[in-house]
């Protein structure tokens, strides 16, 4: 009855024009929901179990999942001053923002952009001049700064980029056969994203698609079977070591309506009703939200393509889990 409920609602959203189409998935039902149009552009594609997706915002999880390694192989130290490993950023050896400060979106450095719009040197540039507004552990103040600096950590400590780091150290071991952090451009099974409507296959983020190289930020790219083998895993703790799961499982900062662990939202306010306050949950701009429960023995996968409001769809995301979860 859940699986009915919740795909009458993804329907709805389709219907008053929020998404063009959405695949969700979710361990207590062995179907997927498949609705609505992967792209109109250059002509009508329905939505499959293969459409793959720009993850926006959700990629910070898989840059998490990359630093988390890391730190588990006792190469990153999470409550060092993150420019222990950038030292060339203009606050130097007077930094006290750490690593986990940066995963927590409570490092003081707001969401501004003084690099938008620029790549190569001229990028680097002003990203390492940027400075935090407000001490850290003040308040809770998401910003895609914060993660672009933990990329970067991944990058000067692994010798890799994102791409190759996460293939070799997270999605392999997973056996996410799909997901890429390169741009794969048009291709069959690739979805529309509408804002700022560029073609399939290209990132969405502005700073992503200026800039040309994977950022921590996000805007990786999967199907919905990468995902759920994603997201089971975090569950099932059967892959990586008991640290790593920890470190993502854990809330780590309370403070106001605020809820995190590392690298993950934890909030009342977007907690689907009838899981537990141990759920961890992420969402992306272009329509996605992944949640899990480890005290309920629950996931659920909601990847969508937004043309509507997100805050509207942020929400509607939630009612779909919400559904789902539900006897």
């Not at 795909?7 to 179907?31: R, T, W």
């Not at 609505?36 to 999880?61: E, H, T, W, Y």
């Not at 007077?94 to 490092?107: E, F, G, T, Y």
Request: contains cysteine.
């Amino acid at each position: 009855m859940g699986l009915l409920k919740a795909e009458i609602e993804a329907q709805s959203q389709i219907d008053c024009s929020l998404v063009q189409g959405m695949v969700i998935a979710c361990n207590k039902y062995p179907e997927l929901i498949v609705l609505g149009n992967q792209r109109l552009n250059p002509c009508p594609s329905a939505m499959s179990a293969n459409s793959r997706f720009d993850i926006a915002s959700v990629g910070k999880v898989m840059t998490i999942a990359c630093l988390a390694r890391l730190i588990d192989a006792g190469l990153v130290e999470i409550d060092a001053p993150f420019t222990a490993y950038i030292p060339e950023h203009t606050l130097g050896d007077s930094c006290n923002i750490s690593v986990r400060d940066l995963a927590m979106h409570c490092s003081g450095f707001d969401n501004s952009r003084p690099y938008a719009g620029m790549k190569g040197e001229q990028f680097e540039r002003e990203l390492l001049l940027k400075m935090p507004l407000r001490p850290r552990l003040e308040c809770f103040e998401y910003s895609c700064y914060n993660f672009i600096l933990l990329g970067k950590i991944i990058n000067r400590i692994s010798k890799m980029d994102l791409e190759q780091y996460a293939r070799k150290y997270v999605w392999t071991p997973l056996k996410m056969q799909q997901a890429t952090w390169y741009a794969p451009g048009f291709g069959p099974n690739e979805v529309e994203h509408w804002n700022p409507n560029r073609p399939a296959g290209e990132h969405n983020d502005t700073t992503c698609f200026d800039v040309g190289i994977p950022l921590g930020n996000g805007s990786c790219f999967c199907n919905i079977y990468d995902m759920i083998a994603f997201v089971e895993d975090i569950l099932r703790e059967n892959v990586f070591s008991k640290q790593y799961y920890r470190l993502i499982k854990t809330c780590a900062y309370e403070k106001n309506a605020a809820r995190r662990s590392f690298g993950w939202d934890m909030c009342d306010e977007k907690r689907p009703v009838g899981l537990s306050k141990n759920t961890i949950f992420h969402s992306g701009y272009t329509g996605q939200t992944i949640y899990i429960d480890p005290d309920n023995d629950f996931w659920a996968v909601v990847l969508s393509s937004r043309i509507g409001d997100w805050g509207e769809a942020l929400m509607r995301r939630k009612k779909v889990a919400e559904l789902l979860f539900a006897q």
